[in-house]
């Protein structure tokens, strides 16, 4: 089952995850992964990368759009792969103070 978590910074997103999935199938922080691979120029992530996981992530659209344009691709990137993973993903969350909102699937 690949299921999609996303919310704000400290919104309990990780702890939410650990209640629905063993720790090994949890990848945590998908828009540092998504940033590193900018960085370091590298492939990045798919969405068939996470089949079979639950993906945690930050929320990232939200608020000012950057100035710096490497930080607008980065959240752009981050965005697009969000949307996939959600596509094809039996369950999506939100979790907001530590509450979780199923928005996608059974909860």
């Not at 690949?2 to 702890?15: D, E, H, P, R, W």
């Not at 969405?47 to 996981?53: E, I, L």
């Not at 607008?72 to 939100?94: F, K, P, S």
Request: hydrophobic content about 40%.
């Amino acid at each position: 089952m690949t299921i999609l978590i996303i919310g704000g910074a400290a919104q309990g997103k990780s702890a939410f995850a650990r209640t629905l999935s063993p720790e090994q199938d949890i990848i945590d922080d998908l828009h540092v992964r998504v940033q590193r691979a900018l960085r370091d120029n590298t492939a990045l992530p798919q969405a068939a990368d996470f089949a079979g996981k639950t993906v945690v992530c930050q929320e990232v659209g939200g608020g000012v759009v950057p100035m710096d344009a490497q930080e607008r691709a980065w959240r752009e990137c981050t965005g697009r792969l969000c949307c996939d993973i959600a596509a094809q993903a039996d369950r999506v969350y939100r979790v907001y103070c530590g509450i979780a909102t199923c928005i996608k699937g059974a909860s």
